[in-house]
T-cell receptor, first 116, second 110 residues
Framework: GAVVSQHPSRVICKSGTSVKIECRSL??????MFWYRQFPKQSLMLMAT?????????EQGVEKDKFLINHASLTLSTLTVTSAHPEDSSFYIC????????????FGSGTRLTVV | GIQVEQSPPDLILQEGANSTLRCNFS?????LQWFHQNPWGQLINLFY???GTKQNGRLSATTVATERYSLLYISSSQTTDSGVYFC????????????FGKGITLSVRP
């Protein structure tokens, strides 16, 4: 199967600091990964598309200077929340798919970020 | 962009009952998935079903692509089926992004 690992699962940070979240495809190569954000009792909203070896594509309204995405290899994408504030507290989740998948997209287990 | 509507928004069942969850989408898709989000936030992929019918135990799903809807059937519901069910779709194109519906919150009571 296609396994996506995401770390950390939970993080608490102080306002003004930065937090890095890692998303790894464990048993396949992913040229494209996706980052979503989910607020309580809401659906998943796509933040950005992470492309290996090139700049990420951000959705409208998502600050690219605040949410830094790096896709340095075919198995790793990172999301860094810079100068975090309490309103950035949310559930962040990544996904990826095999190029020839008949199983669709696989999601990581998510990261619950709390900014205090 | 593509619109995804799920209904009903909330559903309460007695254990053992059957249910049907619906997903309507506004454009042609080449990817449709049903997910169950557990209390810890993990998205469990239930079905990858851009068209046709699939079954997995007590769950089955049908997508009628020409009419732009998909149905998820849960039979003999159990309390562990409780949670939020999402439908997500992607349009044609390599690595096209998934768009999620708002979800259906299912509560199965013992």
């Amino acid at each position: 199967g296609a396994v996506v690992s995401q770390h950390p699962s939970r993080v608490i940070c102080k306002s003004g600091t930065s937090v890095k979240i890692e998303c790894r495809s464990l048993d396949f190569q992913a040229t494209t990964m996706f980052w979503y954000r989910q607020f309580p009792k809401q659906s998943l909203m796509l933040m950005a598309t992470s492309n290996e070896g090139s700049k990420a594509t951000y959705e409208q309204g998502v600050e690219k200077d605040k949410f830094l995405i790096n896709h340095a290899s075919l198995t790793l994408s990172t999301l860094t929340v810079t100068s975090a504030h309490p309103e950035d507290s949310s559930f962040y989740i990544c996904s990826a798919t095999r190029q020839t998948s008949n199983y669709g997209y696989t999601f990581g287990s998510g990261t619950r970020l709390t900014v205090v | 962009g593509i619109q995804v509507e799920q209904s009903p928004p909330d559903l309460i069942l007695q254990e053992g009952a059957n249910s049907t969850l619906r997903c309507n989408f506004s454009d042609s898709v080449n990817n449709l998935q049903w997910f169950h989000q557990n209390p810890w936030g993990q998205l469990i992929n239930l079905f990858y079903i851009p068209s046709g019918t699939k079954q997995n135990g007590r769950l089955s799903a049908t997508t009628v692509a020409t009419e732009r809807y998909s149905l998820l059937y849960i039979s003999s519901s159990q309390t562990t089926d409780s949670g939020v069910y999402f439908c997500a779709v992607a349009m044609a194109g390599a690595n096209s992004k998934l768009t999620f519906g708002k979800g259906i919150t299912l509560s199965v009571r013992p």
